[in-house]
Every structure is written in C-alpha cells, then in structure tokens.
C-alpha cells in the first residue's frame, strides 16, 4: 500500500488517483483529467471504469499512469501496449516517493516530450491498422 500522505500529494495537483489496485501490489492508477491543464493529446478520451472509486473517475486527455511501491523500489508505470513495451512505453525505477512524484509530475506538467511521443505512436498505429472491406 502507498501511504496516504504520497496519494494527498497527486491530489493536490488535481490528479485523479484510483483505489489501491491488488494486482498492482497495492499501487494506484494516476489520470489527469481533462479540465486539468497540462501535457495531453488533443482528440483522445481515456478513462477508467471502477465501481467502487467516489468520485468515479473523471475523463482524461492524456495517458494514465501506474505508481507501484514494490519493496523499496518506487515505479512510475506507462506501459500501454498489450505484451511487448511500445516505442513510447516505460516504466522508471526510482529510489525514493519524491523521485517518483517528480517523475509523474513531469509527465503531466512539465516536459512534453514522453506525451508527444505516446501521440506519435498512437497516431503510427492507427494508419497501420487493417480496414475492414465493406
């Protein structure tokens, strides 16, 4: 479990921070939502669905993230891609709570660059993507 005291931190930047997730070894989902300024890809709605979250979990314009306490390693999560890890995808490592804030809070707010280049993989994808013949 992540102390209360890291999650009122996400929080009070207005990230949306889920319930303890038990297959996350009790870490959390962390989504901006979409009336949050700050880093997003303009035309994409992503979300997640927990019954059990009050409030639900808002609409967010940008990809969500997983922080996961793992015995003394903190992990900022941002694997998207089913199976292998995505050209855009990662997953840091960091030593303290405040490291990986830091991280998460640059994902969001500060350099665009990690967004950017979940757009441009995600923008990759979709031409490479079959159409169905009618």
Request: glycine share 8%.
């Amino acid at each position: 479990m992540i102390d209360e005291s890291i999650l009122s931190r996400l929080r009070a930047r207005n990230l949306f921070v889920s319930h303890p997730i038990p297959t996350l070894g009790g870490g959390v989902w962390v989504v901006k939502p979409e009336s949050v300024p700050g880093n997003c890809i303009q035309g994409t709605r992503s979300g997640l669905n927990f019954f059990i979250d009050v409030p639900p979990c808002p609409n967010s314009d940008a990809p969500m993230l997983k922080l996961i306490h793992d015995k003394d390693k903190w992990l900022v999560d941002g694997w998207d891609c089913a199976g292998d890890m995505g050209s855009a995808d990662f997953v840091n490592e960091w030593g303290t709570p405040e490291q990986a804030l830091d991280d998460i809070f640059d994902f969001f707010f500060g350099n665009p660059d990690r967004v950017r280049a979940k757009e441009s993989y995600q923008r990759k994808r979709k031409t490479e993507e079959p159409t169905k013949a009618d």
